[in-house]
């Protein structure tokens, strides 16, 4: 009965953890590779930050380059009072801001409701053979050189009435919105879960309903971003409206005449021959960019609102 | 447009890329408002159609990149 009372387990030693012979092995056949594997990380990532601050330098040049040559020669009497003649100092682009505001709400007016319709359409029958090719063609379109959308609106709008138009224009400026908001439109609502949908339609919500009350509703954060940032990209743009809304030297708000457009106006100065008018192209530049900085601001505002923080 | 007012508008294939250009787009640009003839306005109609087909031809060609990645991974 030599029994012990209670066995006594001796401590525990702290295992020394040797390698086995496979892990030897392994770590012998990879060990130029993990200096590789390191070093190639580095490099990488090296590059992938200079990418990142490539991507934005355009931008602060531009920026620097505007605020440079633009910002002595922006002051109120530049939003104010009309271009003068050449060889006369001082006058703005009054004509032109307005201008630029009427085409743009146009285009806007005529864009944005197609293309949130067709983005509603897109988005609410995926599979159908309509929806691939309207898809398809909405790509097409949004890769479309401005220029050509341009002598379509010519060649639609200008040639059969013998008349320059603002409406032109703005038509031209519509046609290149609309398959932007559209895919934008198609892809928020995507977004929305589907047991959002289902719920609604529980509840005894016809489709129609589900998909405009409650789908676009839910969307529509996203929906307004995506049509902010449209309207900011064809505000400068000035090929489509160089043969449709013309341009203007003077006060011009009826739709049908051609009317003078803040990008239209920085062409026509800046391939001037004059030093006055390259200043004023400068200024109107600096103001065309705050203007679209401040779009895309409000865009990034209004997905923030409601999303919480933006999700980027 | 960006192009078009730095690109140099020759009407000539230069063999060197530091020498002016044209492209089709702002070839359009500058001439559109000057053609008075039908002539030369529907060459410059043929130009933008041109622009259309390469559109057209680069997006189909994406859309069959797409198209394929995604059957491989079905």
Known sequence: MNQPIATVTPPRQPRIDRPSGRQTAFAERTRGTLLRRRVVN???????????????????????????QGATTVSMDFFTSMPKPVGEEGGGMANAIVGSLIIVGLASAMG???GVGAGLYLAESKGTRLATLVR???????????IVVGIFAWQLLVRPFRQFSALAGAVALAAMM???????????????PVSLREAALALGYTRW?????????TALPGIVTGALVAIARIAGETAPLLFTAFGNQFW??????????????IFTYAISPYDEWHAQAWAGALVLLILVLIISLIARFVTRSRFGPAAD | MAVTMVIGNRHEIAASLFSPGYTMASLI??????????LHLSALMAVGAT???????????ARWLVWRVGREQA
Do not use: C
């Open chain 1, 42 to 68: 580095y490099v990488m990532v090296g590059l992938t930050y200079t990418a990142a601050l490539l991507a934005t330098l355009p931008l602060l040049l531009i920026l620097w380059h505007l605020v440079k």
């Open chain 1, 252 to 265: 011009s708000l009826k739709p049908t005449e051609p009317m003078a457009a803040l990008p239209l106006q």
């Open chain 2, 51 to 61: 622009l259309l087909v390469i559109t057209l031809v680069v997006n189909a060609f």
């Open chain 1, 209 to 217: 309903r589900t998909s405009l009350t409650i789908v676009l509703r």
């Open chain 1, 112 to 114: 944005l409701p197609i």
């Open chain 2, 29 to 38: 640009a500058n001439e559109f408002t000057e053609a008075t003839n039908d």
């Open chain 1, 178 to 192: 609309i398959p932007f908001v559209t895919r934008a439109t198609e892809e928020m609502i995507r977004l929305v």
């Open chain 1, 136 to 146: 398809f063609l909405s790509d097409v379109l949004n890769g479309l050189p401005s």
